[in-house]
């Protein structure tokens, strides 16, 4: 079957298997791979993508479900001159990150966290990330980029 979808701005077209997840279009098809593979459950978080500018767990989503839609990745948060997002900035200068498994799915979850709503505490950072696991971190250094990309 197939699927057209833009990607970080860049239209794509491919014939696809109706059955793989968006996560294995990305890595496999499309040489994205920022976009981890982590549980495969939407447990953790780390396929974690914007599909039509909201946050998205890519290991769930069919790559035909997302026919049509505008698909952003870590990959395409960073402006073409290599300047890093607001976010990864923040996440650079709290050292939210450690191993770096999550990063790319945290990233983009808070990315939509913040686009959803800008007047964030502490406690609705924590909320709005639970559906991504961090097992390095313990959270407090991601919840401060958060709060600095923010602008708290």
Do not use: W
């Amino acid at each position: 079957m197939e699927v057209s979808v833009s990607v970080n701005g860049q239209a794509a077209t491919h014939d696809v298997d109706p059955r793989p997840p968006l996560v294995f279009y990305l890595r496999d098809v499309l040489g994205l791979t920022g976009t981890k593979v982590g549980c495969d459950t939407t447990s953790c978080g780390a396929c974690t993508v914007l599909l039509d500018g909201e946050s998205v767990k890519s290991c769930t989503v069919l790559a035909l479900q997302a026919d049509g839609g505008a698909i952003t990745t870590i990959e395409g948060l960073a402006a073409s001159d290599g300047r890093l997002h607001p976010v990864q900035q923040a996440f650079q200068a709290a050292h939210g990150l450690q191993c770096g498994y999550c990063t790319a799915g945290m990233v983009m979850a808070a990315v939509s966290l913040l686009d959803h709503d800008d007047d964030l505490t502490e406690a609705a950072v924590r909320e709005g990330l639970e559906g991504n696991l961090c097992r390095c971190t313990g959270y407090h250094n991601i919840v401060r980029a958060v709060l600095a990309a923010a602008g708290r």
